[in-house]
């Protein structure tokens, strides 16, 4: 195990340093005693734990009590055990696949071939549907997408009505992927992988594998946090698989962070981030947390992540509903490698995106005069690219993003939003998915006679087809990037609601209609990249 240069931490680290290391033994050592306890002691603090919540007037339990409907929607969501459960829980039909990495990692990755009540299994589309790609970040898996109290602000269920083939993949390590052909997942050489690999085999190998199967050429690739950074590096290293990515859709995109809101945590990290080898080992990065939750009552255990992403990230999640946080929390985590984390910390001590340097204790880094990592050639890509980001998402630095981006990048920021609202914030549906849809909309045809035949526009909300169409507002290019306001139509932001129009089935027809023929001049991404925000006062 390498050491830590000691000249790299300064004098006030030293003790944040060893209180970090007394508080991951103190945790162990917990997490032990508490796994050896007999089950009715655990049942007895469950239920103490569940009265005083209830008594405590802001915990919100009382008000998801005081509505049955929700309450069963958000226990099933939270007690589903996996991907293909949450599907069948709102009506849509999911099926498992397996892809063989080149390096021998065997990865699931899951499909919604069709909208929902629908028989796409057993009677395929005479068409052939698109196809998108969507992938997870960091300690997560495909759950995240789905893991929510309403259908109609699923952007993999939307999609999946509008009439696209919907695949979603898992990263090496994680739930849906711990296996390999040969290396057993209690190896520490199972763990020994970064950003690296993810974008060497992970991405272009499931979607060599998607293509190959569905017999397309392209397909739309979306990527929440980390699921973007692995888009980034893999299409700046693979020419090739840019032809086959026809467009590349961030949500809350990461690659290069400014670091972490608490100082302490982000100054150890920053002189050396190889103190969390020391921390975790070599394997699975924080393994104890799916022990933990198991046992935590479930607010309780809202209430913990809730103030570890404020302490780390100063995220407030406001945006959040609670109800969303009782049943999306749960399926937020899953596994990977300490070596990915520490590459993290590599890339936020450095400034720059990466490739993993393997000789970071090295002092010959020191100076840089003799060895230098490479950096990803992101301004290679030649796939389009649009970012859509929380304005006050502390993870986020947008003018460095663009400046490492390709001439022609769009950007569109989000005020008062963080990096889970592009997944599960209230208003994704009014916010976050009319970018995704006018992108689409621009890059692919949907079969919008499959949807409509199969009657599934009713499946969205009325706020997302009130959106979806393009016509009520378009992003207005000026001369100066970064100096645009667009407009995302009549839709809902901060507290102001539109009431749609829609009175028919024969006018919803025609809206959307409209917005998948439409030409969307505002999306031109062959011009200088703008930086485009919504705001409230566009929407008057």
Known sequence: MAVPFIGRLRLFEWPALLLSLVLVVLEYLLSIITALLPSFVIAFFHRLTTAIFTLVPTSGVNKLLADPVLDEVVTEVREAHGFVEICRIFGYDAEEHIVKTQDGYLLGVHRIGGPKHSAWRTR???TPRP??????????????WVANVDPTKVLPFVLADLGYDVWLGN??????SKKHVSLRPTSVQFWDFSIDNFALYDIPDTINYILELVNQPDLVYIGFSQGSAQAFATLSINPGLNKRVKLFIALAPAMAPPGLRNNIVDSLMRASP????????????????AFWQSIMYPPLFVKTIDLSLKSLFNWRCKNITYPQKLAAYPHLYSFTSVKSVVHWFQIIRSGRFH?????????FTETKYF????????????TPIMLVYGKTDSLVDIDVMLSELPEGTVAFGVPEHEHLDMIWGDDVDTLVFPHVFRA?????????????????AGNMSMSTLNTIDGSDGEPVDTSTPKAVTGVLGRSRVEGMT?????????????????SFSSSHSGFNFGRSDPVVEVTKTNLD
Request: proline share 5%; charged share 20%.
């Open 124 to 126: 395929p589309p005479a």
């Open 131 to 144: 196809v998108v790609y969507l992938h997870h970040g960091l300690l997560m898996n495909s759950e995240i």
């Open 171 to 176: 990263n090496r390590g994680n739930k849906y």
């Open 274 to 289: 190889s103190l969390i080898y020391l921390l975790f080992g070599r394997k699975a990065i924080l393994q104890s947390a």
């Open 355 to 363: 490739m993993f340097d393997d000789e970071l204790e090295s002092p």
């Open 371 to 382: 060895y230098r990592v490479a950096s990803f050639p992101t301004q290679n890509i030649t």
């Open 440 to 456: 689409l909309s621009k890059f692919s045809d949907a079969p919008l006679s499959l949807m409509l035949e199969n009657n599934n």
């Open 498 to 514: 539109y009431q749609s129009s829609i009175t028919s089935q024969e006018q919803l027809t025609k809206k959307i209609s409209r």
